[in-house]
C-alpha cells in the first residue's frame, strides 16, 4: 500500500513538473519561435496600396509575410526593420519582397 501511494505520488508531481516546463517555454517562448503570427493580409493590403501591380505585389507580399512573419512599414522601403524581408531574393537573384 505504501509503494503505491508513493508512485501515485511520483507520478503527480512528474506530471506537474512537465506542465511546468510547458507553461514556462510558452510564457518566456524559450523555442526561439515567434507564436504571434501577424495578418498578412491586411499588411500586405497596406504595403500595396500604391503598388502600380497590385496582383503581384500581394502574392510576393503574403509569400515574404508568412516566410518573415513581419511587413515593414510604409509603402515602400524600410527594410531595415525587417531583415528577413530584405534578404529575400527570386531565384534571378532580385528582391523578392516588395
Not at 5 to 27: D, R
Not at 40 to 50: D, K, P, T
Request: glycine share 8%; hydrophobic share 30%.
Amino acid at each position: 500500500m505504501a509503494i503505491s501511494k508513493f508512485l501515485l505520488a511520483c507520478l503527480i508531481s512528474a506530471f506537474l513538473f512537465i506542465s511546468m516546463i510547458q507553461a514556462h517555454g510558452k510564457i518566456f517562448n524559450t523555442n526561439g519561435i515567434d507564436d504571434m503570427k501577424i495578418d498578412c493580409g491586411s499588411e500586405c493590403s497596406r504595403r500595396c496600396s500604391l503598388s502600380s501591380r497590385p496582383n503581384l505585389c500581394h502574392r510576393a507580399c503574403g509569400t515574404c509575410c508568412a516566410r518573415c512573419n513581419c511587413v515593414p512599414p510604409g509603402t515602400a522601403g524600410n527594410d531595415e526593420v525587417c531583415p528577413c524581408w530584405a534578404n529575400q531574393t527570386t531565384h534571378g537573384g532580385q528582391k523578392k519582397c516588395p
